[in-house]
Protein backbone atom coordinates (compact mmCIF):
# COMPACT_ATOMS: atom_id res chain seq x y z
CA UNK A 1 0.00 0.00 0.00
CA UNK A 2 3.06 2.33 0.75
CA UNK A 3 4.38 1.65 -2.52
CA UNK A 4 0.91 2.29 -4.45
CA UNK A 5 0.93 5.61 -2.66
CA UNK A 6 4.65 6.85 -3.19
CA UNK A 7 4.53 6.39 -6.57
CA UNK A 8 0.97 7.60 -7.27
CA UNK A 9 2.51 10.57 -5.41
CA UNK A 10 6.07 10.58 -7.72
CA UNK A 11 3.86 10.88 -10.59
CA UNK A 12 1.72 13.32 -9.52
CA UNK A 13 5.42 15.33 -8.85
CA UNK A 14 6.50 14.29 -12.21
CA UNK A 15 2.92 15.71 -14.04
CA UNK A 16 3.29 19.07 -11.75
CA UNK A 17 7.09 19.16 -12.95
CA UNK A 18 6.34 18.96 -16.92
CA UNK A 19 3.36 21.19 -16.64
CA UNK A 20 5.75 23.68 -15.07
CA UNK A 21 8.49 23.23 -18.06
CA UNK A 22 5.73 23.94 -20.44
CA UNK A 23 4.21 27.05 -19.26
CA UNK A 24 7.84 28.04 -18.73
CA UNK A 25 8.74 27.58 -22.20
CA UNK A 26 5.82 29.54 -23.29
CA UNK A 27 6.37 32.27 -20.94
CA UNK A 28 10.29 32.45 -22.04
CA UNK A 29 9.20 32.52 -25.66
CA UNK A 30 6.97 35.55 -25.44
CA UNK A 31 9.38 37.62 -23.29
CA UNK A 32 12.42 36.80 -25.56
CA UNK A 33 10.36 37.32 -28.70
CA UNK A 34 7.23 39.55 -28.27
CA UNK A 35 7.57 40.55 -32.08
CA UNK A 36 6.65 38.19 -35.29
CA UNK A 37 6.89 39.55 -38.81
CA UNK A 38 4.51 38.32 -41.06
CA UNK A 39 5.00 38.55 -45.19
CA UNK A 40 1.82 38.01 -47.37
CA UNK A 41 2.74 37.38 -51.08
CA UNK A 42 0.57 37.72 -53.87
CA UNK A 43 1.19 35.44 -56.63
CA UNK A 44 -0.66 36.21 -59.81
CA UNK A 45 -0.59 32.67 -62.00
CA UNK A 46 -1.17 33.38 -65.82
CA UNK A 47 -1.47 32.03 -69.10
CA UNK A 48 -0.37 35.34 -70.65
CA UNK A 49 3.35 36.22 -71.54
CA UNK A 50 4.67 38.30 -68.73
CA UNK A 51 8.12 40.39 -68.54
CA UNK A 52 9.74 39.21 -65.38
CA UNK A 53 8.52 35.96 -64.19
CA UNK A 54 11.29 35.68 -61.78
CA UNK A 55 10.22 35.63 -58.04
CA UNK A 56 12.45 35.83 -55.08
CA UNK A 57 14.66 32.98 -53.86
CA UNK A 58 12.38 32.20 -50.48
CA UNK A 59 9.21 31.45 -52.64
CA UNK A 60 11.11 28.63 -54.86
CA UNK A 61 9.47 25.69 -53.53
CA UNK A 62 6.63 27.22 -53.49
CA UNK A 63 6.43 27.65 -56.87
CA UNK A 64 7.53 24.26 -57.64
CA UNK A 65 4.74 23.24 -55.72
CA UNK A 66 2.59 25.30 -58.11
CA UNK A 67 4.41 24.11 -61.41
CA UNK A 68 3.44 20.34 -59.91
CA UNK A 69 -0.21 21.12 -59.30
CA UNK A 70 -1.80 24.34 -61.06
CA UNK A 71 -1.90 24.54 -65.46
CA UNK A 72 -0.76 28.21 -65.40
CA UNK A 73 2.82 28.88 -68.07
CA UNK A 74 3.74 32.23 -65.85
CA UNK A 75 3.55 33.14 -62.58
CA UNK A 76 4.05 36.93 -61.43
CA UNK A 77 4.20 38.39 -57.99
CA UNK A 78 1.75 41.12 -58.01
CA UNK A 79 2.84 42.43 -54.32
CA UNK A 80 4.81 41.66 -51.63
CA UNK A 81 3.50 42.98 -47.97
CA UNK A 82 6.07 43.03 -45.03
CA UNK A 83 4.07 43.71 -41.12
CA UNK A 84 5.34 43.37 -37.18
CA UNK A 85 2.75 42.29 -35.00
CA UNK A 86 3.04 41.53 -31.12
CA UNK A 87 2.93 38.17 -30.68
CA UNK A 88 -0.45 37.33 -29.55
CA UNK A 89 -1.70 40.70 -31.82
CA UNK A 90 -4.24 41.35 -34.57
CA UNK A 91 -3.09 42.47 -37.80
CA UNK A 92 -5.39 44.82 -40.37
CA UNK A 93 -4.87 45.98 -43.73
CA UNK A 94 -6.08 47.70 -46.56
CA UNK A 95 -4.76 48.87 -50.17
CA UNK A 96 -5.13 50.30 -53.45
CA UNK A 97 -3.60 48.56 -56.15
CA UNK A 98 -2.92 48.17 -59.18
CA UNK A 99 -4.87 45.49 -61.65
CA UNK A 100 -4.33 41.82 -60.49
CA UNK A 101 -5.61 39.97 -63.57
CA UNK A 102 -4.12 40.89 -66.64
CA UNK A 103 -5.24 43.39 -69.19
CA UNK A 104 -7.30 40.86 -71.23
CA UNK A 105 -9.59 40.28 -68.50
CA UNK A 106 -9.48 44.19 -66.65
CA UNK A 107 -10.40 47.09 -68.57
CA UNK A 108 -7.36 48.95 -68.56
CA UNK A 109 -4.17 48.92 -66.62
CA UNK A 110 -4.95 51.96 -64.49
CA UNK A 111 -8.30 50.59 -63.31
CA UNK A 112 -7.31 49.92 -59.01
CA UNK A 113 -7.70 46.89 -57.62
CA UNK A 114 -8.63 47.21 -53.92
CA UNK A 115 -7.71 44.80 -51.05
CA UNK A 116 -8.21 44.00 -47.69
CA UNK A 117 -5.79 41.52 -45.07
CA UNK A 118 -6.86 41.20 -41.93
CA UNK A 119 -5.94 38.18 -39.21
CA UNK A 120 -7.75 38.19 -35.78
CA UNK A 121 -4.86 37.02 -33.67
CA UNK A 122 -1.24 36.43 -34.63
CA UNK A 123 0.82 34.15 -32.02
CA UNK A 124 3.81 31.44 -31.66
CA UNK A 125 2.69 28.10 -30.00
CA UNK A 126 4.55 24.90 -29.69
CA UNK A 127 2.86 21.94 -31.71
CA UNK A 128 2.37 18.25 -30.04
CA UNK A 129 6.86 18.10 -30.69
CA UNK A 130 7.21 20.99 -28.82
CA UNK A 131 8.17 22.89 -32.19
CA UNK A 132 7.63 26.36 -32.49
CA UNK A 133 4.74 27.03 -34.78
CA UNK A 134 3.51 30.60 -35.76
CA UNK A 135 -0.32 30.15 -36.12
CA UNK A 136 -2.64 32.87 -37.38
CA UNK A 137 -6.01 32.91 -36.08
CA UNK A 138 -9.33 34.80 -38.43
CA UNK A 139 -6.49 35.00 -41.50
CA UNK A 140 -8.77 36.58 -44.05
CA UNK A 141 -7.92 38.16 -47.37
CA UNK A 142 -10.44 40.05 -49.71
CA UNK A 143 -9.83 41.92 -52.97
CA UNK A 144 -12.12 43.92 -55.24
CA UNK A 145 -11.16 43.15 -58.80
CA UNK A 146 -12.05 45.17 -61.62
CA UNK A 147 -13.70 43.70 -64.70
CA UNK A 148 -14.45 45.55 -68.36
CA UNK A 149 -18.45 43.74 -68.62
CA UNK A 150 -19.05 46.41 -71.54
CA UNK A 151 -16.99 48.34 -74.74
CA UNK A 152 -18.70 51.67 -73.11
CA UNK A 153 -20.16 54.75 -73.87
CA UNK A 154 -18.78 57.76 -75.49
CA UNK A 155 -16.39 60.04 -73.34
CA UNK A 156 -16.60 63.77 -73.40
CA UNK A 157 -13.23 63.50 -75.26
CA UNK A 158 -15.02 61.43 -77.43
CA UNK A 159 -12.83 57.82 -77.06
CA UNK A 160 -14.70 54.97 -75.91
CA UNK A 161 -15.07 54.58 -72.05
CA UNK A 162 -15.32 51.12 -71.15
CA UNK A 163 -17.94 50.10 -68.69
CA UNK A 164 -16.21 47.84 -65.60
CA UNK A 165 -17.87 46.65 -62.73
CA UNK A 166 -16.23 45.36 -59.53
CA UNK A 167 -16.63 41.55 -58.39
CA UNK A 168 -15.58 40.38 -54.69
CA UNK A 169 -12.78 37.66 -54.03
CA UNK A 170 -11.26 36.58 -50.97
CA UNK A 171 -10.85 33.78 -48.51
CA UNK A 172 -11.21 32.71 -44.58
CA UNK A 173 -9.27 30.33 -42.62
CA UNK A 174 -7.65 29.85 -39.46
CA UNK A 175 -3.97 28.27 -40.51
CA UNK A 176 -0.67 27.42 -38.75
CA UNK A 177 2.82 27.19 -40.11
CA UNK A 178 6.53 26.38 -39.06
CA UNK A 179 8.81 29.92 -38.99
CA UNK A 180 9.65 30.78 -41.59
CA UNK A 181 8.49 28.52 -44.09
CA UNK A 182 6.03 30.45 -46.82
CA UNK A 183 2.70 28.28 -47.07
CA UNK A 184 0.12 28.22 -49.72
CA UNK A 185 -3.32 29.47 -48.28
CA UNK A 186 -5.50 29.68 -51.19
CA UNK A 187 -6.01 30.20 -54.95
CA UNK A 188 -8.62 32.69 -56.21
CA UNK A 189 -10.11 32.64 -59.56
CA UNK A 190 -9.94 36.76 -61.28
CA UNK A 191 -12.64 37.22 -63.81
CA UNK A 192 -12.73 36.18 -68.03
CA UNK A 193 -8.63 36.20 -68.09
CA UNK A 194 -8.23 33.00 -66.74
CA UNK A 195 -5.95 34.42 -64.17
CA UNK A 196 -5.69 33.53 -60.62
CA UNK A 197 -4.33 34.71 -57.05
CA UNK A 198 -2.10 32.24 -55.03
CA UNK A 199 -1.76 33.75 -51.72
CA UNK A 200 1.58 32.72 -49.68
CA UNK A 201 2.06 33.71 -46.25
CA UNK A 202 5.47 32.91 -44.17
CA UNK A 203 6.66 34.12 -40.44
CA UNK A 204 9.09 34.31 -38.37
CA UNK A 205 9.85 35.58 -34.89
CA UNK A 206 11.81 38.96 -34.62
CA UNK A 207 13.56 40.79 -32.09
CA UNK A 208 14.84 43.81 -33.94
Do not use: H
Not at 7 to 32: E, G, H, S, Y
Request: charged letters at 15%.
Amino acid sequence: MKIKSFLIAMLLLLCVAACRNVQAQAAQDTADDPNLETQLYLIVGTNQDVDDAKLPATLDNVVKQLRATLPFKNYRLAATLINRVKNQGRLSLSWIGGPLASPSGAATNVTPSFSQFNVREVKLIRNTENQPVVQMLGFNFGARIPIQTATGAVAANGALAPTVAYENTGVSTDISMRESDPVIVGTLNIGPSGDAIILVVAAKRTTK
